[in-house]
C-alpha cells in the first residue's frame, strides 16, 4: 500500500515553506507563487492514489510543484508578445566592433568562483535583477539553469525558435552579471 | 587565421551553446581562441558559471513562508 507512505495531514506543516520558496525563486510574485503551492497540494490530494512510491514523499510532491512550474511558464509564453530581435539593453555592453566597453566590461569580483555563496543580501539582490529580466528571458533563465529543462524543450514549451533562445539565454546572463555587479560588488 | 578570430559578443553567445555541447569544429576553435587572450570573456564566462551556481540553491537561502491563512485553507480542504 504506497498510499500508506503518504501523510497528507502533515503535508502543509512539513512541506508548505520550502514549496513555496522554491516556487517564489521561480516565478517572482508572491501571489502566483500561492496559487502554484495550493494548485501542487490540490493535485497531490487528488491524485494521492495513483502514488507508487517509487519516490518518497517529498520528491513526489517536487515534481507535481515543478510541473505547475513548467506549465506557467508555458501558458505566459504563448500569451507574451515580445519581439526578440532587435535592440536589447545588453547590446550597449559592446563597442562597434562588438567587444566589451571600458565601462561594461566584466570587472574582478576578487571571489572564488568554485564556492557557492552564504550571504542572505546576495539572495535579495539576485532575485531583484532576476526581475529586471525582460519576461522571455527571465523564462529561459529559470528553465534553463533552475529547472534544467534543455534548449530543445524549451523552445517547444516557450513556441520559439532556437536562434531567438541562444539570443534569450544570452541577453539575460549579460543582463544578471552587469546587475550584479553594480549592486552587489559595487555596493 | 582571421576565420578563427571573434568578437566577445559571439564568444558570451557560444559559451552558451557550449553548455549543450552544440558547438560546431570551428566554433569551438573560435570560443577556445577567444578565450586564452581575452581576460574579460574568461571572467564572463566564471562569473555567469557562479551566478548559475548560486541561482540554483536560491530558495534555500530564502525566508519567504506561505501566509498563514492560506495554510489553514489548504489544511482544511485536505482533510475533509
Redesign the interface.
Known sequence: MAQALLQPDKWISNYSDALYAYTLVRVSDSALAEDIVQETFLSAWKGKDSFKGDASEKSWLYTICKNKIIDYYRKKGRDIIQPIEGKDVSDGFFNEAEHWTTTDAPGDWGIDYQQAIESKEFYKILNGCKKKLQQLQQSVFVMKYLEDLDSEEICKALGISSSNYWVLIHRAKLQLRACLEKNWINL | MRFLMI????A??L???KE?N?LTWLEKMQLKGHITICS??R??E??????????????????????EE??TR??N???D
Open positions: 568578437s566577445c559578443k559571439k558570451g553567445f559559451l552558451s551553446k549543450e552544440k574579460f570573456c571572467r564572463f566564471e562569473q555567469t558559471g557562479w551566478i548559475i551556481l548560486n541561482a540554483k540553491h536560491a530558495h534555500t537561502h530564502s525566508e519567504a513562508t506561505l501566509p492560506v495554510k489548504l489544511q480542504l485536505l482533510t
